[in-house]
């Protein structure tokens, strides 16, 4: 079974604060994709990266997919209580199948 | 407006009594999939469609069925449902496999 572990599962922390969530695997993807989740919501694409060492930014987040594209990582700069939210990643798999496995979360609070 | 929509929302049922929950899209998308999202565990990929009479198994199949007869709907079905199924079921649909994946907003199931 492949797995892609996330971390930290829960993080809160103050206003103001930068953070960055890690997704790591032993699988390479074909892309990674991470969401963010919202109590009674399904999942909301943010960024989807392709190419290994790729880094795209949307405002305040970065996000990063490893050079061997096993892995990625989130970092919010400035964290605003707008950002709370549980963040996923699901990485994408092509070889003998067409399936995405997501990471475990991390439930975050930013706190005014 | 573009969208998946799943029923039911909620459903509580007993243990053996067969049930189906309808996912259907309006985007004309190919790729379809379903996944439960369960405390600690993350979303798990349940099955996935590629195209019309085409899918396949993710992570999770075991008691459930699918069928994609028409593009726009994917249902899943539990044949004899069982409490170790009891969970947050998410439907979700891509233009491509690789492509940002559009979430329904959930059915929670309880099996007793």
């Known amino acids: 079974t492949q797995l892609l572990e996330q971390s930290p599962q829960f993080l809160s922390i103050q206003e103001g604060e930068n953070l960055t969530v890690y997704c790591n695997s032993s699988?390479?993807?074909?892309?990674l994709q991470w969401y963010r989740q919202e109590p009674g919501e399904g999942p909301v694409l943010l960024v989807t990266v392709v190419t290994g060492g790729e880094v795209k930014k949307l405002k305040r987040l970065t996000f990063q997919f490893g050079d061997a594209r096993k892995d990625s990582s989130l970092h919010i700069t400035a964290a605003q209580p707008g950002d709370t939210g549980l963040y996923l990643c699901?990485?994408?798999?092509?070889?003998?199948?067409?399936?995405?496995?997501f990471g475990t979360g991390t439930r975050l609070k930013v706190l005014a | 407006e573009a969208q998946v929509t799943q029923n039911p929302r909620y459903l509580i049922t007993v243990t053996g009594k067969k049930l189906t929950v309808t996912c259907s899209q309006n985007?004309?998308?190919?790729?379809m999939s379903w996944y439960r999202q369960d405390p600690g565990l993350g979303l798990r990929q349940i099955y996935y469609?590629?195209?019309?009479?085409?899918?396949d198994k993710g992570d999770v199949p075991e008691g459930y069925k699918v069928s994609r007869k028409e593009k726009r709907n994917f249902p899943l079905i539990l044949e004899s449902p069982s409490p170790n199924q009891t969970s947050l079921y998410f439907c979700?649909?891509?233009?491509?496999?690789?492509?940002?994946?559009?979430f329904g907003d959930g059915t929670r199931l309880s099996i007793l």
């Open positions: 699901a990485g994408f798999i092509t070889s003998g199948t067409y399936k995405y496995i």
């Open positions: 469609s590629m195209n019309v009479e085409v899918t």
């Open positions: 699988s390479v993807f074909s892309s």
């Open positions: 979700a649909s891509s233009p491509t496999p690789n492509q940002p994946q559009h």
């Open positions: 985007m004309n998308h190919e790729y």
